[in-house]
């Protein structure tokens, strides 16, 4: 697969969805004289996860998406991590139309380009620190892995503070320990985007604050985050702020973080003139 957005392809967005419907319809009709049957044949209940949703992501955007729940927030960065795919529109990763893909195709695109991170985890137990960090790269197959790959992944260990702890399992770490594996693995393919549900749902308030402090070094050093979260003091850490409502977006613009900066420099402009 050729996909290959960079931030060279001038003011052009890295995502970008368009129209973007979800529908889930679950149940069907029962057959035979069961419990259910007085409710009539059709059995069948539609939910209607994203109602037609558009919008662009740039190359170094840090994006908190927020909104109550069941408004949509995960169906959305479910979409945009290529896990699940749009009932219609469009979804495009750089200039390549992926919302067709077969499964094939969307895991490649998963496993090279995107980086997850979850609020439960999602380590594998009987793995060590290390061998959960280089999971992506046994996805990708090939055998064994290279001698830089596991120089990496070592590295990256380090990165995150466990350098410690590369033969340990998931079960020896603390909370926060186990995110900031499951932050290194999301970074050993060096994606373009990084995606995060709630990453810090199941930690304290302290250890919340050093995961949003890595993140907040990773978006500095240019990685693209799109993370979803319903505490403000976790999206104020963002650049912009979308919010959802009954799958739709119905605020999308910059946080009061970016807002009170681009204020305090027009403040320090206007004293300059003066
Ligand atoms: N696999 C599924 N099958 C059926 N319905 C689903 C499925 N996944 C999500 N939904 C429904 O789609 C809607 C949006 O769900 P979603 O998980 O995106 O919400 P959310 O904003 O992430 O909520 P929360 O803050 O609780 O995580 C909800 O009504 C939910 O019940
Ligand atoms: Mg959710």
Redesign the pocket.
């Known amino acids: 697969m050729d996909f290959r957005p960079t931030p060279s392809q001038g003011g052009k967005p890295l995502v970008s969805i368009v129209d973007v419907r979800k529908t ?1 319809v ?1 149940g069907h009709a029962p057959s035979g004289g069961g419990l259910f049957r007085r409710r009539g044949p059709s059995q069948t209940v539609t ?1 209607h ?1 994203l109602r037609g949703v558009s919008v662009d992501f740039h190359p170094g955007e840090y994006v908190a998406i927020m ?1 109550a ?8 960065l479910n979409l945009l991590g290529c896990l699940d795919r749009p009932s219609s529109g469009q979804y495009f990763l750089g200039d390549r139309d992926v919302s067709r893909l077969d499964d094939d195709e969307l895991s490649e695109v998963r496993s090279r380009y995107l980086g997850f991170i979850f609020q439960s985890y999602n380590l594998i137990q009987q793995y060590t620190v290390l061998e959960n960090i280089q999971l992506p790269l046994t996805y990708q197959g090939g055998g064994e892995l290279s001698p830089e790959a596991v120089e990496r992944s070592v590295e990256l260990a380090k990165m995150v503070g466990l350098a410690e702890r590369l033969d340990h399992r998931p079960t020896q770490l603390s909370g926060g320990q186990q995110q900031r594996v499951a932050i290194a693995r999301s970074l050993i393919n060096d994606p373009y985007i990084i995606l995060a549900d ?1 990453a810090t749902g199941n930690l304290d308030t302290k250890t919340s604050h050093e995961i949003m402090d890595m993140l907040q070094r990773l978006n500095d050093s240019g990685k693209t985050i799109i993370m ?1 979260t ?1 505490e403000d003091d976790i999206a104020e850490h963002a650049k912009r702020i979308i919010r ?1 409502r009954d ?1 739709q977006i119905i605020e999308d613009g910059p946080s009061p973080r970016m807002l009170a900066a681009a204020a305090a420099a027009e403040e320090s402009a206007a004293a300059v003139e003066a």
């Open positions: 889930y679950m939910v996860a909104g729940s069941g408004s949509g927030k995960s169906t959305m709630e979803v319903h959802m799958g």
